[in-house]
């Protein structure tokens, strides 16, 4: 099994930037497929992005496509979300997850390892 670590959170204001990461030990990341989902208080957790296992195609919820970016290093066995132009809509704690599916799936359902989670706080 794999284990995921999310860092890079933290407070900034809107418009601002910030890239958080998720180190995976255990597994090589090649082997999921690896989604980023987000959950703020008294919501339920919802899909921002996701990256593909074999191709590494990218896919990106409509509330964050054009400012967030999905990549991964398989080398370092981290993916990472780059967080831009950000909102106070944004706020949230931010999750990483690995799927044995391989494709790119927005369901929570489909995703057999889960991070911790990492906070991030946008001021307007």
């Known amino acids: 099994q794999v284990q995921l670590v999310e860092s890079g959170g933290g407070s900034v204001q809107a418009g601002g930037s910030l890239r958080l990461s998720c180190a995976a030990s255990?597994?090589?990341?090649?082997?999921?497929?690896m989604g980023w989902f987000r959950q703020a208080p008294g919501k339920e957790r919802e899909f921002v992005g996701a990256i593909s296992r074999s191709s590494g195609t990218t896919y990106y919820a409509d509330s964050v496509k054009g400012r967030f970016t999905i990549s991964r290093d398989i080398a370092k066995n981290t993916v990472y979300l780059q967080m831009n132009s950000l909102k106070p809509e944004d706020t949230a704690v931010y999750y990483c997850a690995a799927s044995y599916g391989g494709s790119y799936y927005l369901e929570t359902v489909k995703y057999d390892y889960w991070g911790q989670g990492t906070q991030v706080t946008v001021s307007s």
């Open positions: 255990g597994r090589t990341i090649s082997m999921y497929a």
